[in-house]
């Protein structure tokens, strides 16, 4: 099976997502479906239905985590000396030659990107642009719109 990339951040945030599933949701859903239980007729019991459809949710969502984790190559970029390229994990500064705004951004993993935050993952457009350019050169990043240029500013692990 091949190991997917995360950053030691991403990790650790499925990491407490699965504990708190584990020891607040189940916990809170076993309850709601014991209360249910005691207003009688399963068949026609809404909160019963709710509870046993929530507890299916939640086993789902451990279950994948689960194999996450189990499969995650997990980068603590900043144990990485910089070489100066963008490689996984890095924040790269750039600057939009069409129109000179400027945007910082994160390579990150599938499971933790998040674009209004600036962490794109690592499969994305921009990211498969970045990967491997150094502060000065040009990524082209290929979009619905068009082809955009972005020139490296900075790059930083952190």
């Known amino acids: 099976m ?22 607040v949701e189940r916990q809170r859903i076993v309850r709601a479906i014991a209360e249910a239980r005691e207003h009688g007729d399963l068949r026609e019991n809404a909160e ?25 190559q997990v980068i603590n970029i900043q144990e990485i000396p910089p ?10 500064t750039v600057v939009n030659l ?3 705004s400027e945007s910082t951004y994160q390579v990150v993993g599938d499971e933790e990107s998040d674009i209004k ?3 794109v993952s690592i499969y994305s457009p921009i990211a498969r642009a970045l990967v491997g350019k150094e502060v000065g ?3 082209v990043v290929k979009t619905p719109k068009g082809e955009v240029e972005l020139e490296i500013c900075n790059i930083e692990h952190i």
């Open 83 to 92: 070489n100066g390229k963008v490689i996984f994990g890095a924040t790269v």
């Open 48 to 72: 019963y239905q709710y509870a046993k459809e929530e507890q299916g949710f939640v086993e789902a969502r451990i279950h994948e985590i689960e194999n996450k984790l189990s499969v995650a």
């Open 137 to 139: 050169d040009v990524a």
């Open 117 to 119: 935050v600036n962490k």
């Open 2 to 23: 091949n190991k997917i990339p995360m950053t030691a951040e991403g990790a650790s945030a499925l990491r407490s997502e699965l504990t708190r599933l584990k020891s």
């Open 98 to 100: 069409d129109d000179d």
